[in-house]
T-cell receptor
């Protein structure tokens, strides 16, 4: 899996949009970008995956520029319940059995 | 549908004791994983099993052994527990797609909180 760099922590307030950028300069052609969310005292859960441009689902949006050396997870109008750790994974998750997580970004949403 | 079930949820061990953490999934997934998460840190991969009958080391395998008992179950054993193994342990599983490629989404259990004193 490609090495990723993301901020250690971010603070936000309810109703704001939160954008978390992940750097992955050595991303390979077959690599996908995947984000997981982990609430306190729970295991991580998958939230979104993309290869290029933009992907949106009911939880978040993922923006990937043309060079794919970074990506941005966007959480629209966060609430207190969005307080969690967010992990960026980059790799060929379709054939790579190994699934490695980094330290993630702790997002704290305040009232 | 239970998903990934880990037992026990909590455990306190004395240094030198042994124990086995159990994990079972009912989603017919091929691959299973064991992670540890220390306070304020990310997940570190201990061992994984790509398919029934195979196991491989992850990032931090020392002090642990695993057994892929069957397709459903993947256990993690601490032969001689040390205080450095105090952590929360997570088991996860992932499916193989019909085209032979890995399904990207991994499903996690609720974790086992282990304290070694």
């Amino acid at each position: 899996l490609a090495k990723t760099t993301q901020p250690i922590s971010m603070d936000s307030y309810e109703g704001q949009e939160v954008n978390i950028t992940c750097s992955h300069n050595n991303i390979a052609t077959n690599d996908y970008i995947t984000w997981y969310q982990q609430f306190p005292s729970q295991g991580p859960r998958f939230i979104i995956q993309g290869y290029k441009t933009k992907v949106t689902n009911e939880v978040a949006s993922l923006f990937i520029p043309a060079d794919r050396k970074s990506s941005t997870l966007s959480l629209p109008r966060v609430s207190l319940s969005d307080t969690a750790v967010y992990y960026c994974l980059v790799g060929d998750t379709f054939i790579d059995y190994k699934l490695s997580f980094g330290a993630g970004t702790t997002v704290t949403v305040r009232a | 549908n239970a998903g990934v079930t880990q037992t026990p949820k909590f455990q306190v061990l004395k240094t030198g004791q042994s124990m086995t953490l159990q994990c079972a999934q009912d989603m017919n997934h091929n691959s299973m994983y064991w992670y540890r998460q220390d306070p304020g840190m990310g997940l570190r991969l201990i061992y994984y099993s790509a398919s029934e009958g195979t196991t491989d080391k992850g990032e931090v395998p020392n002090g642990y052994n695993v057994s892929r008992l069957n397709k459903r179950e993947f256990s993690l054993r601490l032969e001689s527990a040390a205080p450095s193994q105090t952590s929360v342990y997570f088991c996860a599983s992932r499916a193989m797609g019909q085209n032979g490629l890995m399904n990207t989404e991994a499903f996690f259990g609720q974790g086992t909180r282990l304290t070694v004193v």
